[in-house]
């Protein structure tokens, strides 16, 4: 099938050409669209490429740094939120294809459907073209947020001490909540608890990271909040 005159110059704000037009379309396709391929298969293989190819460009950049430093810098790089934002620039939105009711809703513009689709169209380039046009594409349209990632991240544990200390709370704990996986690539589940009852859950292959994650991640939840 041939590429719409939107699809077309989508593709080229993309910086890619594809030699199979109907990935690229299905990974343009709204579920609102009903029917055929939708791009919720694709999204699912584009956030694991993503973050393959994001882990693999903070493992260069900064090759002394532990999980625990590395994780929060992933996870900020790779979040949903940060999908939309590198979609709106390069304004994916005008061609995602979607329902007239989600159209009319504001769907071009919603946070989730922009970054759902950044990660199918990640996908869609990593089948059409292989896993090296991935990662350039990755890489061209993440470049300046990998580049910030080192010096804008934060300690999550010592950020959330400094939040519950300037609220008059006792430091946070950290509890162990599980350990799955095999001895050689094992996943270590920790809470982060403030005294105030509050409390948010991370996983990663350390103790150290799974801990950033969860103070991370309450974080987040506590944001703006007294």
């Known amino acids: 099938m041939k590429l719409s005159r939107t699809l077309a110059a989508a593709a080229e704000r993309l910086g890619y050409g594809f030699t199979n037009p109907d990935v690229f379309i299905e990974a343009m396709t709204h579920p609102s669209m009903g029917g055929g391929t939708q791009y919720q298969r694709l ?10 190819v994001i882990a693999e460009a903070l493992l ?62 990640i996908a869609a380039v990593y089948i059409d073209g292989g896993m090296d046009a991935a990662r350039t594409l990755v890489l061209r349209l993440w470049g300046k947020r990998i580049a910030k990632a080192q010096s804008q991240t934060i300690d999550a544990k010592t950020a959330l001490q400094e939040w519950a200390q300037a609220r008059g709370q006792q430091p946070p704990a950290y509890v162990d909540l599980n350990r799955s996986g095999p001895d050689h690539a094992p996943v270590f589940e920790v809470e982060a608890r403030l005294s105030d009852g509050r ?28």
């Open 199 to 226: 409390s948010a859950k991370g996983q990663a292959p350390s103790k150290r990271a799974a801990q950033q994650l969860a103070a991370e991640s309450l974080l987040n939840k506590v944001d703006g909040t007294e």
């Open 43 to 52: 999204e699912f293989l584009g956030d694991r490429v993503l973050g393959l």
């Open 60 to 121: 260069d950049q900064d090759p002394k740094a532990d999980e625990g430093k590395l994780a929060p810098r992933l996870n900020a790089l790779v979040r949903k939120e940060t999908c939309a934002e590198v979609a709106a620039e390069v304004n994916l939105g005008e061609a995602i294809r979607m329902g007239r009711s989600e159209m009319i809703s504001g769907g071009r513009r919603k946070r989730a459907i922009l970054g759902d689709a950044m990660e199918a169209v």
